[in-house]
Structures are given as structure tokens and as C-alpha cells.
């Protein structure tokens, strides 16, 4: 990775190879010193390549993707993100108008409401601080059958697609949809990625992703956020958490 270094603008410029796939990117910030939730829509464009990469391979040996407009089943699922997306999705929630905002806080209410009554609430904050895959995978199930859809789905459409956490972009099914509406996960069956972005951002709380995996469940982000609003967002090198960044995605598994 090359980083061009004149006092305004800061500019990336990066290619790497993951898996079999060659990747390039460029982007420019208004200084070198940056706050890792405006790092975020970055890291959205690399992994919408790293994704369209996986796609036409697959494709390229007769695999077709079955996600579609309307399908929105995978929107009840409980969703993880890092906290610098948690942070980034709180700042886009402040640009919506007040409506907008109303509607969506009412749907949160809803769904801690619904969560405290069904006993998983406390499971599901334990889930952020850790927890071994089998106890994940119990209540990921156990949510999904809440039919509790995201605050922001509206009229069966994301409403923040442009903006969606990087675990949705890199979830694709390649099974029939039906599999993903009954509840079955054992035959629903992703794109394979070689490194997903948005695990390797679990751990980049430090800006050199040496910390400890923090996770956010999207259906809690006002709890998150009502617990850390207190605290001032740290900066760092912008080339620095780059490279730190491409360096930990492209090591091998």
C-alpha cells in the first residue's frame, strides 16, 4: 500500500491479492488523523469488491445467487457489527428527519420489549464480550425465530442499503431462498469468502487490530449507545489502520 503524503488532502492507494482475487483501491480523506467510523465507508467499497469478486467466480462455474429484491428473510437474523459501525450507523440515524427517526426508534423499542420478554436480551449482550460458536449459533436461531425484523427494513426494502453493516454485504445464499425463510440453516449455503472484512473489524478498536473482539448486535445499538455516550471516539493514522487493516484480511486464515 502506497500513502501519499501532502499536508491536505490524506490519499490511499492499495493493492492486494486475497485468495485469487486481485484488488485495487483508492480514496482520499481531509487529513491523515481520522476517527476509524468515518474509516468505515471505505471499508464498505472494499468489501463490496472483495464480495463481486467471490460472485463471479461462482458464477463463472454455473452457481447462481439466490438473494432478491423482496426477499427478506436474512433481515431477521440478529446481525453483529463493530463498533466503529455502530458508531457510523448512530451518525447516519442523526442525519434522518425527525419522522424518519420516530419511526425506527419505535421499532427498537419493539424489539427490546419482545427480546427482555422471550429471556434473550441478557444472552444476546453476552454475545459482545464473547461467547464459544456453539452458544452463538443457539441464539441466532432462537432470535430468528422471533421473526423480529430490522429497525431498518421498511416495506420488505433495507432503507439503508447504500449504508448496510459489512456482515450483510458479505452475505449471499446460493441455496433455494425457501431454506432461509424456514429457519434451516444447515441447508443454506453463502458465497465463500477467503477473509470476511467485517470479522477482521471486530478487532480494530485499537486502530492496529490487537483488541479484543468487540461486537455491537445491530437490534441493540441504542443500548450501545446509551452506555458509550459518554465516551470520545479515538483518531488514528489514517495509512496506519489501512495498512494495518489489509494486512491482518490478506493474512491466511
Known amino acids: 500500500m502506497e500513502e501519499e503524503q501532502p499536508d491536505l488532502p ?3 492507494n492499495a493493492e492486494f491479492r486475497i485468495g485469487r482475487e486481485q484488488v485495487k483501491l ?3 480523506f481531509q487529513s491523515h488523523s481520522q476517527k476509524a467510523s468515518t474509516i468505515v465507508p471505505l471499508l464498505q467499497t472494499l468489501t463490496d469488491k472483495i464480495v463481486a469478486a467471490a460472485v463471479c467466480e461462482l458464477e463463472a462455474g454455473g452457481a447462481r445467487i439466490s438473494c432478491g429484491k423482496g426477499c427478506s428473510a436474512c433481515c431477521s437474523q440478529l446481525v453483529p457489527v463493530a463498533e466503529p459501525e455502530a458508531r457510523y450507523l448512530l451518525q447516519l440515524f442523526e442525519t434522518f428527519s425527525e419522522e424518519r427517526r420516530a419511526r425506527i426508534s419505535r421499532r427498537y423499542a419493539d424489539i427490546r420489549s ?3 420478554d422471550s429471556k434473550l436480551l441478557e444472552k444476546i449482550t453476552d454475545l459482545a464480550t464473547g461467547a464459544d460458536r456453539e452458544a452463538r449459533r443457539r441464539v441466532g436461531i432462537d ?3 422471533l421473526g423480529l425484523p430490522c429497525p431498518f427494513l421498511e416495506e420488505g426494502c433495507c432503507s439503508i442499503h447504500q449504508h448496510r453493516p459489512l456482515s450483510c ?3 449471499l445464499v446460493v441455496s433455494p431462498p425457501e431454506h432461509c425463510a424456514r429457519n434451516d440453516p444447515e441447508n ?3 458465497v465463500s469468502l477467503p477473509r470476511r472484512a467485517s470479522v477482521v473489524l471486530y478487532w480494530f478498536g485499537d486502530g492496529r487490530g490487537e483488541a479484543s473482539a468487540r461486537v455491537v448486535p445491530l437490534s441493540l445499538l441504542f443500548d450501545w449507545a446509551a452506555q458509550h455516550e459518554a ?6 493514522p489514517v ?3 489501512c495498512e494495518n487493516f489489509l494486512r491482518e484480511l490478506t493474512r491466511p486464515a
Open 188 to 190: 443454506v449455503a453463502t
Open 10 to 12: 490524506c490519499r490511499i
Open 231 to 236: 465516551e470520545e471516539e479515538p483518531e488514528f
Open 26 to 28: 483508492q480514496v482520499a
Open 143 to 145: 432470535y430468528f425465530e
Open 239 to 241: 495509512g496506519d489502520y
Open 114 to 116: 419482545r427480546l427482555n
Open 169 to 171: 454485504r458479505e452475505f
